[in-house]
Structure formats: C-alpha cells, structure tokens
C-alpha cells in the first residue's frame, strides 16, 4: 500500500512539474524582483541594485519584496515567464535542428542501431536485463538533459533582466504603463 501511495504521489508531482515546471516560480521570482528595482527609478541598473536588496526583505510577507508588488507586477511576471519559457523552447529547438543538420546525426542513430543489435542475444532474460541497464542510463542522461535545460533558461532570464534596464532606463515599468494605457 505505501509503495501505491509513492506511485501516487511520484504521477501526481510530474504531472504538476509537466505543466508548470518549479523553475519557473524561480523565474517568476527574478523577474519580480527586477521589475521591483526598475521602478524605483530611471537609471537603475538590477546588478548594483542587488546588493542593497536584504535577504529579510525577500522572505518578509508583510514588508518586503511580495507585500511592496502590485498585481499589475505580479501578472506581469507570469507573463513574462511564460514568454520566456516559448522562446527558450524554440531557440533550443531550433538550436537542435541546426546542429542535427550540421553533424552526420542520421548514421549516428544508425551506429546506435547496429551496436544495440550487436548486443543483443538469443536469451531473452539476458536482453530484459541489458534493457533494464540501457534504461537507467538513459534515465540519468535525460535528468541531466533536463538540468542542461533548467539552467540555461534561467541563465536567458539573468540576462533578459540585466538587458531590461540597460541603457533604457526602467523599460519593464514603462512597458506596464504601455500596457495598462492600451488596456484602457
């Protein structure tokens, strides 16, 4: 029954983390936390900015980061993440068609072909536990694929955040303004 209860909750957890990846809040939180600095002024840069930022005030619900955010900043920020999310998935997939294009990746799926058939025996015991070792490994690349993934859209987020505020003064604020102008 417990092991029914960790299956439960393992579906429960990935079916979550499909729809809305955990990073994401991460990312949510960054930008939240630019868009903060950019509106209190025009030539604020987020990098000096963070050092004067508090630990305490990031984690005070009454005075700090998220009490000082109004909705507008708020739904923002989701916004931002999800567009963010949209074009870190089509620079990777583009990025990978391109790559797969430049390299011979055909007769390296043909090599893999060959060397599992190679492998394969008359045994079919044998076979499930070669299987069930070619499944693990591919299990273990595919979480570091997937922390690859992670790090490089938050890495896009840094530097969407830094660029924001560059030279342009607080363009996450005055893009807000824009929009609630034209919403009117």
Known sequence: MDELAKAVQKKYIEDITKK????RFLVIFMVLISSYIYSKGDDIRVLSELQNIKLSFIFDFNKGLLAS???EQL??????SGI???IYSKVSSMSFKLLAKASSFDSYISDIREKVNSKKSQEEVLNYFLAKD???????LRV???????RSEVFLVIALTIGWGHRVGSYFVNSMELISISMI
Do not use: N
């Open 75 to 80: 739904v923002m920020a989701i916004f931002v």
């Open 144 to 150: 570091k694929l997937k922390s690859f993934h992670t």
């Open 84 to 86: 963010i999310g949209y």
């Open 134 to 140: 070619v499944s693990k490994e591919l299990e273990g």
């Open 20 to 23: 809305y990846p955990l990073h």
């Open 69 to 71: 955010v109004d909705f």
